[in-house]
Nanobody, 116 residues
Framework: QVQLVESGGGLVQPGGSLRLSCAASGSVVGIYNMGWYRQAPGNQRELVASITSSGSTNYADFVKGRFTISRDNAKKSVYLQMKSLKPEDTANYYC??????????WGQGTQVTVSS
């Protein structure tokens, strides 16, 4: 089975940085669009950033230039570099990808907690 495996979450102080990683496991011929979403307690799941197969990016307004999304097609991976983290960034972060002949998949989620 094709799965999205996430890593990189954890506890960080305000102003700190984290890098989230998401890799497609199993045999895939390629990956179309990929993105990162987050969901905090009591909130809807919301888009954080997305990136197309050609590298075009889109960011949510609340990122405010602090986050950078990137991908490595050879490794079938997508990354989210998060800097200047704020307490309101605390959420479960989910990787999303559209994979040819498979469909849309979600990662298992990785918890990011920003607290002093």
């Amino acid at each position: 089975q094709v799965q999205l495996v996430e890593s990189g979450g954890g506890l960080v102080q305000p102003g700190g940085s984290l890098r989230l990683s998401c890799a497609a496991s199993g045999s895939v011929v390629g990956i179309y669009n990929m993105g990162w979403y987050r969901q905090a307690p009591g909130n809807q799941r919301e888009l954080v950033a997305s990136i197309t197969s050609s590298g075009s990016t889109n960011y949510a307004d609340f990122v405010k230039g602090r986050f950078t999304i990137s991908r490595d097609n050879a490794k079938k991976s997508v990354y989210l570099q998060m800097k200047s983290l704020k307490p309101e960034d605390t959420a479960n972060y989910y990787c999303n990808a559209v994979i040819p002949f498979v469909g849309q998949l979600w990662g298992q989620g990785t918890q990011v907690t920003v607290s002093s």
